[in-house]
């Protein structure tokens, strides 16, 4: 059985943490607190975790500055964070989060199965990230590391570097949409979502394959 992932709820407002916790109780995983983007901060110090839940709305440091700092700090970057938005929140403000390689956003109120459901996708990812690092590991050992299987290891290196040439463009072609002043339609926005999506979790993958350098 896998090791429950540690999931990180971010608001200044107790009853919607304890609203988040009501939901996600379900899933069996470790349900972390905190009640700003300076705690949030601490919080990711401290431990490793699947998914954020980031509230927008937050007094001094609020969702958008606290997930800049956390996708430039090397530990934390690749974390996924579904930004919880309020209704007021215009497009441009949320889009903000994808130009900053967060990978969903969800509008309040939200439907309480949609959310646990995409949480549950970034938790199992995660657990199979887990996994993929302890088999290479694994096999590492067995390969007593000497680099006798330098083809391989070589083969994976170029696959970490391709998926990440395509990770940077999926973020150009993000941001060339966020720039451009006429309306795009919700129907290119959401392929362009899924794709992002889909290298993230690719890239993640390749990366766990390759293991710690």
Not at 32 to 51: I, M, N, P, T, Y
Not at 113 to 121: G, M, N, Q, T
Not at 178 to 202: C, F, N, P, Q
């Amino acid at each position: 059985m896998p090791r429950k992932a540690n999931i990180l709820l971010v608001d200044d407002r107790e009853d919607n943490l304890t609203a988040l916790e009501a939901i996600l109780t379900s899933l069996d995983q470790n349900l972390v607190r905190a009640s700003s983007g300076e705690a949030a901060l601490k919080a990711l110090l401290e431990g490793d975790f699947a998914v954020i839940l980031l509230d927008v709305m937050m007094p001094g440091m609020d969702g958008f500055e606290t997930a800049a700092h956390i996708k430039q700090r090397e530990k934390t970057k690749d974390i996924p964070i579904i930004f919880l938005t309020g209704a007021g929140i215009d497009r441009h403000q949320v889009f903000r989060g994808y130009a900053s390689r967060s990978i969903d956003y969800l509008t309040k109120p939200y439907d309480p199965w949609v959310l646990r459901s995409k949480v549950e996708v970034f938790v199992e990812l995660y657990q199979t990230k887990r996994q993929l690092y302890e088999q290479s590991a694994q096999l590492r050992r067995q390969l007593g590391d000497d680099g006798n299987d330098s083809r391989t290891l070589s083969a994976i290196d170029h696959l970490v570097a391709t998926t990440e040439e395509i990770d940077v463009e999926m973020g150009r072609l993000r941001q060339r949409l966020l720039d451009d002043e006429r309306e795009t339609d919700g129907h290119t926005m959401a392929i362009v979502r899924e794709l992002g999506r889909s290298v993230s979790e690719m890239k993640t993958l390749v990366e766990a394959l390759r293991g710690p350098e």
